[in-house]
C-alpha cells in the first residue's frame, strides 16, 4: 500500500522555461526512489506492484502573502508549493520511516534545485503510518511481480 500524494500549485505546470516543473518525471523518480529503499534486512520495503505515486494539481490555492515578499526580494510573486505525503502500512521501523522519508526528499531536493535557487517555492514531505479501519485490496498487478 505505499501511496505518494503530491499535491500542488497550479503554476507549477507552466512549461519548465517558465518555471513549471516537470511532474510526471517527479513521480517515476519518486516511485523509483520508493522502491530502491531497503530495510535492516537488506528487503526491498514497498511491493513494486503495490508502489503508487500521484500528482494533483490544485485548481484553486493562496500561498502565503500572495507574492509582495517575493516581490520585494526581487524572487517574484508567483509563489509555488509542493506537498508530498507517503501512507503506509504499519509495521515498519523508525529506522525504515527515516530512510524512506530521507530518499523522498533527496529526489524532492534534485529535482527542484533549480526553482529553489530562482523563485519562492514550499516544499514539504511527510511520511505516515496508518492504522487501518477497513483495507480491502484487489489487482492484477501484483501478480506481475513475484516475491524475492
Known sequence: ??????????N??????????????????????????RDEQDQQVFPTGGTRVLAYPAAHCAVSDGGA????????????????????GRGRSAAVHQRVGAALHAVVKTRFAEQLARRP???TV????????FDAKTSSLHPLFPKK
Open 121 to 123: 517555492i514550499g516544499i
Open 69 to 88: 515578499a517575493g516581490e520585494a526580494a526581487g524572487m517574484g510573486g508567483d509563489y509555488a508549493f509542493v506537498y508530498l505525503n507517503l501512507r503506509m
Open 1 to 10: 500500500m505505499p501511496h505518494l500524494v503530491i499535491l500542488y500549485t497550479h
Open 12 to 37: 507549477l505546470d507552466q512549461p519548465l522555461d517558465q518555471g513549471g516543473a516537470d511532474m510526471r518525471g517527479l513521480c517515476r523518480a519518486l516511485a523509483d526512489a520508493m522502491l530502491a529503499v
Open 126 to 133: 511527510q511520511v505516515d503510518e496508518g492504522h487501518e479501519v
